[in-house]
Protein backbone atom coordinates (compact mmCIF):
# COMPACT_ATOMS: atom_id res chain seq x y z
CA UNK A 1 0.00 0.00 0.00
CA UNK A 2 1.27 3.41 -1.00
CA UNK A 3 2.19 5.94 2.36
CA UNK A 4 -0.54 8.42 2.68
CA UNK A 5 2.67 9.92 4.74
CA UNK A 6 3.79 11.99 1.88
CA UNK A 7 2.04 14.61 -0.62
CA UNK A 8 2.66 16.70 -3.31
CA UNK A 9 1.43 19.38 -5.18
CA UNK A 10 1.75 19.53 -9.09
CA UNK A 11 2.36 22.53 -11.58
CA UNK A 12 -0.63 21.05 -12.92
CA UNK A 13 -3.18 21.84 -9.62
CA UNK A 14 -0.66 24.86 -8.49
CA UNK A 15 -2.18 26.38 -12.25
CA UNK A 16 -5.14 27.29 -10.08
CA UNK A 17 -4.22 29.89 -8.06
CA UNK A 18 -0.91 31.07 -9.90
CA UNK A 19 -0.59 34.57 -11.65
CA UNK A 20 0.50 33.08 -14.48
CA UNK A 21 -0.80 29.69 -15.18
CA UNK A 22 0.59 29.58 -18.89
CA UNK A 23 3.95 29.89 -17.72
CA UNK A 24 6.43 26.83 -17.16
CA UNK A 25 7.29 25.62 -13.90
CA UNK A 26 8.96 22.58 -12.38
CA UNK A 27 6.42 19.99 -12.66
CA UNK A 28 6.08 18.90 -8.42
CA UNK A 29 6.38 23.02 -6.52
CA UNK A 30 6.28 21.34 -2.93
CA UNK A 31 6.63 18.48 -1.09
CA UNK A 32 4.61 17.21 2.24
CA UNK A 33 5.73 14.83 5.29
CA UNK A 34 2.88 14.72 6.99
CA UNK A 35 3.31 13.85 11.00
CA UNK A 36 0.11 15.80 12.29
CA UNK A 37 0.01 18.15 15.58
CA UNK A 38 2.58 15.59 17.45
CA UNK A 39 5.27 14.50 15.10
CA UNK A 40 4.97 17.96 13.04
CA UNK A 41 4.14 18.25 9.21
CA UNK A 42 7.12 19.24 7.05
CA UNK A 43 6.82 21.42 3.43
CA UNK A 44 9.78 21.53 1.13
CA UNK A 45 9.08 24.07 -1.44
CA UNK A 46 11.40 24.38 -4.60
CA UNK A 47 13.71 27.51 -5.27
CA UNK A 48 12.24 29.34 -8.69
CA UNK A 49 9.52 31.14 -10.65
CA UNK A 50 6.88 30.94 -12.34
CA UNK A 51 6.62 33.59 -14.63
CA UNK A 52 7.76 36.78 -12.22
CA UNK A 53 5.87 35.28 -9.18
CA UNK A 54 7.88 33.48 -6.62
CA UNK A 55 6.78 29.14 -6.35
CA UNK A 56 4.41 28.80 -3.22
CA UNK A 57 1.96 26.60 -1.53
CA UNK A 58 -1.37 26.56 -2.16
CA UNK A 59 -3.58 28.72 0.66
CA UNK A 60 -5.97 27.70 2.51
CA UNK A 61 -8.03 28.70 5.71
CA UNK A 62 -8.76 26.30 8.70
CA UNK A 63 -12.06 24.91 9.14
CA UNK A 64 -13.43 25.80 12.46
CA UNK A 65 -11.11 27.25 15.27
CA UNK A 66 -7.57 26.25 14.76
CA UNK A 67 -4.31 27.85 15.46
CA UNK A 68 -1.15 26.80 14.01
CA UNK A 69 2.61 27.43 14.31
CA UNK A 70 5.00 27.61 11.27
CA UNK A 71 9.03 27.13 12.13
CA UNK A 72 11.24 27.99 9.31
CA UNK A 73 13.55 25.08 9.04
CA UNK A 74 15.56 26.32 5.91
CA UNK A 75 15.64 29.03 3.94
CA UNK A 76 14.23 32.12 3.25
CA UNK A 77 10.47 34.00 1.74
CA UNK A 78 7.27 34.83 3.35
CA UNK A 79 4.49 33.94 5.23
CA UNK A 80 1.51 35.64 3.56
CA UNK A 81 -1.71 35.89 5.82
CA UNK A 82 -4.86 37.46 5.21
CA UNK A 83 -8.13 37.72 7.26
CA UNK A 84 -11.54 38.58 5.50
CA UNK A 85 -14.24 40.70 6.41
CA UNK A 86 -17.37 39.15 7.68
CA UNK A 87 -20.90 40.16 6.89
CA UNK A 88 -23.82 40.49 9.32
CA UNK A 89 -24.61 36.93 10.18
CA UNK A 90 -20.42 36.80 10.52
CA UNK A 91 -20.00 34.48 7.29
CA UNK A 92 -16.72 35.56 6.18
CA UNK A 93 -16.69 37.57 2.25
CA UNK A 94 -13.93 35.66 0.35
CA UNK A 95 -13.40 38.40 -1.92
CA UNK A 96 -13.26 41.15 1.21
CA UNK A 97 -9.62 41.14 2.94
CA UNK A 98 -9.47 43.04 5.97
CA UNK A 99 -6.07 42.54 7.21
CA UNK A 100 -3.19 41.09 4.79
CA UNK A 101 0.15 40.56 6.11
CA UNK A 102 3.20 39.53 4.54
CA UNK A 103 5.50 38.37 6.76
CA UNK A 104 9.36 37.82 5.75
CA UNK A 105 10.79 35.03 7.17
CA UNK A 106 14.68 33.03 7.64
CA UNK A 107 15.78 29.43 9.57
CA UNK A 108 14.86 29.35 12.62
CA UNK A 109 12.13 32.05 12.49
CA UNK A 110 8.24 31.14 13.86
CA UNK A 111 5.25 32.54 12.96
CA UNK A 112 2.20 31.93 14.56
CA UNK A 113 -1.47 32.00 12.38
CA UNK A 114 -4.32 32.46 14.19
CA UNK A 115 -7.26 30.80 13.52
CA UNK A 116 -9.58 32.45 11.12
CA UNK A 117 -6.60 33.44 9.30
CA UNK A 118 -5.55 32.20 5.42
CA UNK A 119 -2.05 31.34 4.86
CA UNK A 120 0.23 30.63 2.45
CA UNK A 121 4.52 30.06 1.99
CA UNK A 122 6.13 31.44 -0.16
CA UNK A 123 9.81 30.42 -1.16
CA UNK A 124 12.00 33.78 -2.69
CA UNK A 125 15.61 32.17 -1.58
CA UNK A 126 17.94 30.40 -3.86
CA UNK A 127 17.80 26.76 -1.58
CA UNK A 128 14.50 24.39 -0.54
CA UNK A 129 12.17 26.12 1.76
CA UNK A 130 11.51 24.25 4.32
CA UNK A 131 9.30 24.62 6.91
CA UNK A 132 7.33 22.42 10.38
CA UNK A 133 3.48 23.02 11.10
CA UNK A 134 1.47 21.97 14.19
CA UNK A 135 -1.68 21.56 12.48
CA UNK A 136 -3.60 18.15 13.15
CA UNK A 137 -3.56 16.61 9.73
CA UNK A 138 -5.81 13.82 8.92
CA UNK A 139 -5.88 11.47 6.99
CA UNK A 140 -7.18 9.10 7.50
CA UNK A 141 -9.43 7.35 4.84
CA UNK A 142 -7.53 9.77 2.53
CA UNK A 143 -5.06 9.33 -0.54
CA UNK A 144 -1.96 10.90 0.04
CA UNK A 145 -3.06 13.27 -3.13
CA UNK A 146 -5.99 14.69 -1.51
CA UNK A 147 -6.24 17.80 0.10
CA UNK A 148 -6.68 17.51 4.00
CA UNK A 149 -9.74 17.56 5.62
CA UNK A 150 -9.09 20.32 8.40
CA UNK A 151 -8.70 23.24 5.43
CA UNK A 152 -10.71 24.52 3.00
CA UNK A 153 -8.95 25.29 0.06
CA UNK A 154 -11.66 26.79 -2.42
CA UNK A 155 -11.57 30.55 -1.57
CA UNK A 156 -8.01 30.26 -2.77
CA UNK A 157 -8.56 28.36 -5.74
CA UNK A 158 -12.24 31.25 -6.84
CA UNK A 159 -10.01 33.33 -6.63
CA UNK A 160 -6.80 32.15 -8.04
CA UNK A 161 -4.48 32.57 -4.78
CA UNK A 162 -4.11 35.00 -1.98
CA UNK A 163 -4.93 39.01 -2.24
CA UNK A 164 -1.07 39.59 -3.50
CA UNK A 165 1.07 37.51 -5.18
CA UNK A 166 4.87 37.53 -4.14
CA UNK A 167 6.88 38.36 -7.36
CA UNK A 168 10.08 39.94 -8.99
CA UNK A 169 10.32 43.19 -10.01
CA UNK A 170 13.45 44.87 -11.38
CA UNK A 171 15.42 42.19 -9.42
CA UNK A 172 13.36 42.76 -6.10
CA UNK A 173 10.81 41.43 -4.14
CA UNK A 174 7.48 43.02 -4.84
CA UNK A 175 3.62 42.58 -4.17
CA UNK A 176 1.37 42.33 -7.19
CA UNK A 177 -2.61 43.05 -6.29
CA UNK A 178 -4.51 39.83 -7.26
CA UNK A 179 -7.78 42.06 -9.69
CA UNK A 180 -10.04 38.57 -8.43
CA UNK A 181 -10.59 40.06 -4.78
CA UNK A 182 -12.90 43.27 -4.62
CA UNK A 183 -10.95 44.67 -1.75
CA UNK A 184 -7.42 44.38 0.08
CA UNK A 185 -5.70 46.53 2.37
CA UNK A 186 -2.82 48.35 1.03
CA UNK A 187 0.74 46.88 1.52
CA UNK A 188 3.83 49.53 2.13
CA UNK A 189 6.67 47.42 0.29
CA UNK A 190 9.28 49.58 1.76
CA UNK A 191 10.73 46.91 4.64
CA UNK A 192 11.07 44.22 2.46
CA UNK A 193 13.86 43.48 1.33
CA UNK A 194 15.03 41.55 -2.37
CA UNK A 195 17.54 38.38 -1.01
FE1 LIG B 1 -2.78 25.56 7.80
Redesign the pocket.
Known sequence: MKSNTYAERSHVKMKEVLLSPKSSGPKIHYFMIRGGKNKTNITVLEPGKIGKEYIKTYG?Y?IGKLE?TYTILQGNGFVIMQERKKDRNGKPIDAEIKNFKAIKVKTGDKVF?PSGWG?LLVNTGKTWLVAS?N?PVNFKGKKSVSMPG??DYKPFKKLHGAGYYVIEKNGKTAFQKNPNYSSVPKINPAPFKNY
Open positions: HHEIHDSHA
